[in-house]
């Protein structure tokens, strides 16, 4: 048998197994500790039968201690050990025994004993095949893996090779943190599959797609774990996976699939649309944002609203229906942020009043006469179920209009915002629009009701006669000039 | 990729409090893995998602890349120290680009200011492969340049661009057909000044015809922006790439030009272009285009919209004339007959 230089590995391997002492009485072997050089020990040690080489040597493999070589006679004690290698590319030609679960790829390595002629002599090798590797997770659980398997993690090959760490109970490897049992158990699965040669690309890409199925969580636990253990197809394989869920998705349904809480304010959301403090239509919604916010802080500071707030009401659709008419452009009070709340207080209010049908015989009264040119005297009622349908409509046409002329003061006090980059036209168009809005907000339903019913009645009148002129005029011309143009 | 050499140290609250939420995902591992996949739509949306999503999709460099992935000409030196001055870098410079440009209304009281030069980063794509990218900057002081009409030239007058597409000289109308499913363009404008950019380009092509007289063919992107008014009420931005055979079957680039033409066909001069340009890049809205055809559909309904006003005017022409007509004959035939019954 040649001698080698010996690894280092083996060499590391070989002092812990310097010690132990092989001897085989009775069939079996054993493999003990020697209390004293020149003692007999005993203990037993279950074998198993391989096969021969040449005619000398007798294959044994012991589940703890490896493969062990023995001739079959006693031996008494130590003389001497070398380390001996000898690589065994197929041991198929070699035993005879089935062999059970080997991976004979490693080296062997054989301790020879240069003993006296009349000792017999004890070849031990010490094999790395289907050895376990014992590995700890962060709640304290210990599992026994393949070494083999465990080896296709580069933080754990590193933890074999140079602390020597895993090879028992005792001395189990420590994994990161953020592997969990459970997740230890997916990545064996993983490292099961890749670590044999065996596989095509397309086998392995079928596995990786079947593995890659779980829940969101389950995958980011997944990739942490393959991080922290320097897995680097893992790593890659799950990220590709986390970056195909969130591709193509909103930012709710984002928040949704990762549950994660929406702390951005309304500012730092529309900021990718462009210079929020240029474009006049994000500081409009950003206007009415804050507004918003502020009405929502009011409405849960005063949640019992009195009936004096039903007086400003009262003006303010009087006061909005004069400025449609364009009889007086001037104050309106509803601007001021408590006369512009929209509690259900007041709906509720709202709606005693008008089963008592005192007040509401007021207001259509009063509408009436201020708009004694436009409306037709039927009852609020009817009309409100006629133009009920249109109103959606008429919604968008009250906050579009621009055309109508008057000039509010409001009454702004949301100071955080800065209004002196906007120029004076542009402030008072969005001025325009913000009142409008704020008294789509303030109305409550009847009010509501009410205003459309009878801006649609004028509008309706005021087209009416332009139409009739327009057709009228077409018509004339038509008929004068129809058959010349054509 | 960051190697931990040693087990990294524990995490105290975000394994405890959400597992399993991609919060428990090391920030380093969710930038340089995960969101370096994603493109930059995707990207925006989980910068919105939350705070410290916004924080990790904010940084430059990932924009960088999907920016530079996009538009090569974005690595020219002009351009990349004209974005390193904007707002939030790489981000709001594709935020800019990217989307397509809506802008149908004119409000008057846009204050232009006076921009030194305008950039325009062109790239032209055969299906979805860069061909040709170039910079090209603008002066825009001039008087000579505010009298003229308004056009960027990219090529020199006897610049060709040699490209490796193959020209089918099978059918005549499968060549322009396969243009014009393939070819796509990019044209940004950056106005330095402002610090704001805008893509003028309308994706696909509006037009693929061929030239009449060269027999080249013309591939058009357009896009519509709102004017002052009156036969200024919308613009057309068109960009014009003209493609033209060479020996051996080859197709090359002859020339690439922007012009600006209102409903009237007339070129705008340079100071009506610079207006209507410059309130685009600030007022118009950038919207991201659900299908590829969006640009030509806007781009048809202002054709049509061009046919029907030169209508209404031809009318209101004929109307006007009878007018006049029956007006001379009536003065004709008062002044006769008070002359003959006086």
Known sequence: MARNTVRKEASDVKLRKREEILVFEGGQLRSEVPKAKGNLVVGTQQSVLLGSFGAEFIFYHMPEAGLAVVKPEKIYNWVELELLELEILDIQCLHQAPMHTFFLSYYLFIFSLKLPSFFDFVVVFCMKMKSYIWLQTADGSVQQVEEEVAMFCPMICREIIQAGMGSSKNHAISLPQRVNPAILGLILDYCRFHHVPGHSNKERKTFDEKFIRMDTKRLCELTSAADSLQLKPLVDLTSHALARIIEGKTPEEIRE??????????????????????????RLLNRLYARKRRELREREKLKNVDVEDERGDNRSVEDLLSF??????????????????????????????????DDSSNNPNENQKKESDTLPSVSPNDEVNDILAASPSK?????????????PKLDFDDADIDDDDLDPAMKEELDRLIAMLDCLHSLNEFNLYLVLSSISCGILTLLKQQLCSIANAIFYMDNRFGPEIM | MVALSTPPPQQPSSTTTQDGTISTLHPDILQTHILTLLDGPTLAATACASSELYALSTEDKLWRNICTSSWPSINDPTVSSIISTFSSGHRSFFSDSYPLLHHHHHSSSFLTTSTEYLVSSVDIYYKDVPIFSKVEKNETLT???????????????????????????GEKDSFVKQLEENMTLSWILIDPKRRRAMN????????????????????????????????????????????????????????????????????????????VLQEAMERGERRKGKCGTEGKGRYEEFVERKRERKERKQKMEKVLDMVCIVTGITIFVSSWSFILFR
């Open chain 1, 257 to 282: 699939t990762f549950h994660l809480p929406d702390d951005l304010t309304e500012e730092e959301k529309l900021e990718p649309l462009g210079n929020i403090t240029d474009d006049p239509r994000i």
């Open chain 2, 200 to 275: 003028l380009s309308s994706g696909r092509p509006v037009s693929v015809q061929r030239h009449w007289l060269t027999g080249e063919v013309v591939v058009k992107f357009a896009t519509i922006m709102a004017g002052d008014g009156g036969e200024k009420e919308f613009v057309e931005c068109g960009v014009m790439v003209c493609c033209g055979e060479k020996e051996g079957g080859g197709m090359e680039v002859r020339e690439i030009s922007m012009g600006m033409e209102d409903m009237e066909g007339r070129n705008l001069t340079g100071k009506e272009s610079l207006v």
């Open chain 2, 143 to 169: 008087d000579w340049f505010k009298c003229s009409p308004f056009r960027v030239d990219l090529l020199e007058p006897k610049e060709f661009v040699q490209t490796l597409i193959q020209y089918q000289t």
């Open chain 1, 395 to 407: 919604t968008s046409y009250f906050q579009d209009c621009s055309a109508v002329t008057f000039s």
């Open chain 1, 324 to 357: 449609i008419n364009g009889e007086d452009g001037d104050v309106l009070p509803f601007a001021d942020s408590k006369g512009g709340r929209n509690s259900k207080n007041k709906k509720k209010n709202r709606r005693r009043k008008e089963q008592a049908k």
